[in-house]
């Protein structure tokens, strides 16, 4: 283990729910020149703590992996109080896909739950972009599919995943700002970089990646195998399908009607599939 992985810490913000499970993982990297990973929520007590672990160290970097509230939230605040720069991909709705785009200019789909519209970087950081400093260094890999504009940061053979990919549930891949198709493509760019660990923003650490990996893609096959023949039997809306489908309770239903809408518009691109009028959460899908 690297000197600084050793000084590795992570503080969990108080914001337990379904989505984030125990809360958001904010890390903290070095211990002179300190590098917080995804400060999340605005939560004055969380920000304390994050102080309060930083000790006799300064904050002198914030990078954030994607503009939702429970990660970017409280990253001006947490900015304003250190002088430390926000570091991300770029403004909240930046990195959509042409079609994702269009459905949200369209208003096909109303995107953007728990969208962190104000959030901008003072530092965009293109894939690939490596911020060093001298206890660490963190190279900034663009991982779209939950979220368009969402980064990955690798030191040495362990990487800060987000979101993309979490030990204890799947991840939410909801329109416009969820992508399908982006999803497979960084699972497979995180499978081909053979880390040691991935740290999610939401629970524990992910020991063996690979596999981890190889479960959540065959999950999302899984998933569309489901689709395709639920659509067999008859049309039906992303609602319906996923009340077919899924087996969770009735307060989940609008975030699987979400991920089965992510899937639909994977297949209509693919032409597996054809909604009848635009792509919409109310569209009726059938096979093509």
Not at 76 to 98: D, H, K, Q, V
Request: hydrophobic share 45%; charged share 20%.
């Amino acid at each position: 283990m690297t000197s600084a992985m050793k000084a590795l810490r992570v503080i969990t913000a108080d914001n337990p729910s379904p989505l984030t499970g125990r809360g958001t993982n904010t890390f903290l990297l070095g211990r002179g020149r300190i590098a917080v990973i995804d400060p999340g929520p605005d939560l004055p007590a969380h920000r304390a703590a994050l102080m309060a672990a930083a000790g006799n160290g300064r904050i002198s970097h914030i990078f954030v992996t994607h503009a939702h509230l429970d990660h970017s939230g409280g990253a001006r605040a947490l900015s304003r109080e250190t002088g430390a720069p926000i570091l991300g991909f770029g403004p909240a709705e930046s990195g959509r896909s042409a079609v994702m785009q269009r459905l949200a200019r369209d208003g096909a789909l109303a995107g953007g739950e728990g969208l962190d519209r104000d959030f901008t970087p003072d530092i965009q950081l293109a894939d690939g972009t490596a911020t060093e400093d001298d206890e660490w260094s963190l190279t900034a890999l663009h991982t779209p599919g939950h979220f368009a504009g969402h980064l990955s940061f690798q030191q040495d053979r362990t990487v800060f995943c987000g979101d993309v990919v979490m030990g204890w549930s799947s991840t939410l891949i909801s329109p416009p700002d969820g992508d399908l198709a982006d999803y497979f493509r960084s699972l497979s760019r995180l499978e081909a970089l053979e880390a040691k660990t991935l740290l999610p923003a939401h629970g524990d650490a992910i020991l063996d990646p690979a596999a981890r990996l190889s479960e959540l893609a065959a999950h999302r096959r899984e998933r569309t195998a489901q689709i395709l023949a639920a659509l067999r039997e008859k049309p039906g809306t992303a609602e319906a399908l996923a009340r077919r489908i899924y087996d969770v309770p009735p307060a989940l239903i609008p975030v699987a009607t979400r991920n089965v809408l992510a899937h639909l518009i994977a297949l209509s691109e693919l032409g597996a599939v054809a909604p009848t009028g635009p792509i919409a959460v109310n569209a009726v899908f059938s096979v093509a």
